[in-house]
């Protein structure tokens, strides 16, 4: 089995290209896809090519060995009290055999066959659980279109939950860099916990769970910026009328006091972005520290790749950052320490799991897609399924 997670992708040439050579390479027999923002910044007026794209990626000769399929895309934008838009879409290899997805509302699972799409309104479908933040966690923003869908599927008597999501982002690089760890990661902290509460809750028999999508983890700014700029001086800029911090400059102590640093609301300028960049970002892991308050709860594997975001969006800079934000891995495939005995280890040097992004070199929007391929232990899960009978069919 193997998972793949597609984030926000604005160029639909680059997006299939880059997709379709990881389905070649990898080849998975169930391939699951979680978009954040589906329909891009401008939803409004870009969710009419919604269905165009589906269709095309549906139908194209890369995927005709897919059989079986589940698309779900909250599409619904005029609900503010509702509208996620979140995509998940899941693909089934013809020689995948026995699969079934679970009914929040029967309790049962349900053999799948065909090519099923379920948009718009969501909160009808019984195949999931849908859900969008409540505003008081982030009232900063009027119109918050953060929250997580959630499916169940059972292969061969293995069961476990997929869950797509988008958390929090930085409003203010200003006020990010004040406290450590910032206000906003305290806000995706309790946004996170509440996901986790809610599919392992008693409505539901426990099974083990990925969680991937955009999680908006930043690097803890304060210490970066403590970091990259140590011998560095700060100037504050303040508005005139308010008296309000809107800028700092951070420039050498010598060096013609050349500026190393400018932040701003919406603007994190560094002079060398290849401090990023170089040997994938790993210098800054360090300052990677969201994830840890869930350590007993989550798992990753090791991160090898650059960070995430945020990408420049000029199709001929796909591997120039922009200087808005503070480059982070905001994409990332999380799962249950249960989860992570259903994958297969290897016992030699042949590389079975691989976690990784996608389209490195070509521009796929302001997030690079991330994804996680596998298989699933022999024999994984059994145990737990047939005690519980998890693959009641109906």
């Excluded at 589906?54 to 399929?69: C, I």
């Amino acid at each position: 089995m193997h998972l793949l997670q597609v984030l926000t992708l604005d160029t639909t040439f680059y997006l299939f290209f880059c997709l379709f050579q990881v389905v070649h390479a990898h080849k998975p027999h169930f391939m699951a896809l979680h978009c954040q923002e589906f329909g891009g910044k401008n939803y409004e007026a870009s969710m009419s090519h919604v269905d165009k794209f589906v269709k095309e990626l549906l139908s194209s000769d890369a995927m005709k060995d897919y059989n079986r399929a589940r698309v779900y895309l909250d599409e619904n934008y005029k609900s503010q009290e509702h509208f996620t838009a979140l995509g998940s879409f899941y693909f089934l290899h013809e020689s995948l055999k026995n699969i079934y997805q679970f009914d929040f509302k029967a309790k049962k699972y349900k053999k799948v066959t065909g090519k099923e799409i379920y948009s718009d309104t969501l909160e009808s479908t019984p195949m999931l659980e849908k859900e969008k933040f409540p505003q008081d966690y982030f009232p900063e923003c009027k119109w918050s279109r953060k929250g997580f869908i959630r499916t169940r599927w059972c292969i061969t008597d293995c069961a476990f939950d997929l869950v797509n999501i988008h958390l929090f982002h930085d409003a203010s690089n200003l006020i990010a860099w004040e406290t450590s760890p910032s206000v906003y990661s305290g806000i995706r902290h309790k946004a996170l916990g509440y996901v986790l509460d809610r599919i392992i809750d008693q409505r539901f028999e426990k099974v083990s769970y990925f969680v991937f999508g955009d999680f908006n983890f930043r690097l803890d700014a304060k210490a970066v910026v403590e970091t990259l700029c140590a011998k560095a001086t700060m100037q504050t800029v303040r508005a005139a009328d308010t008296n309000e911090v809107v800028k700092l400059i951070f420039r050498e102590s010598d060096n013609d006091r050349k500026v190393m640093l400018q932040l701003e609301k919406k603007l994190f300028d560094y002079f060398n972005q290849d401090v990023f960049r170089d040997n994938n970002g790993t210098a800054l892991l360090e300052f990677d520290r969201e994830l840890s308050v869930f350590k007993d709860r989550l798992y990753e594997l090791d991160i090898s790749f650059p960070p995430s975001y945020p990408y420049s969006e000029d199709s001929s800079q796909g591997k120039q950052y922009m200087n808005t934000r503070c480059p982070a891995w905001c994409d990332r495939i999380l799962m249950s320490h249960s989860a992570k005995e259903l994958i297969l280890k290897s016992e030699n040097d042949e590389k079975i799991v691989i976690y990784d992004h996608i389209g490195p070199n070509v521009c796929m929007g302001d997030h690079k897609p991330v994804f996680l391929s596998f298989r699933i232990a022999a024999g994984a899960g059994k145990p737990i399924a047939n005690v519980h009978k998890c693959c009641v069919v109906q």
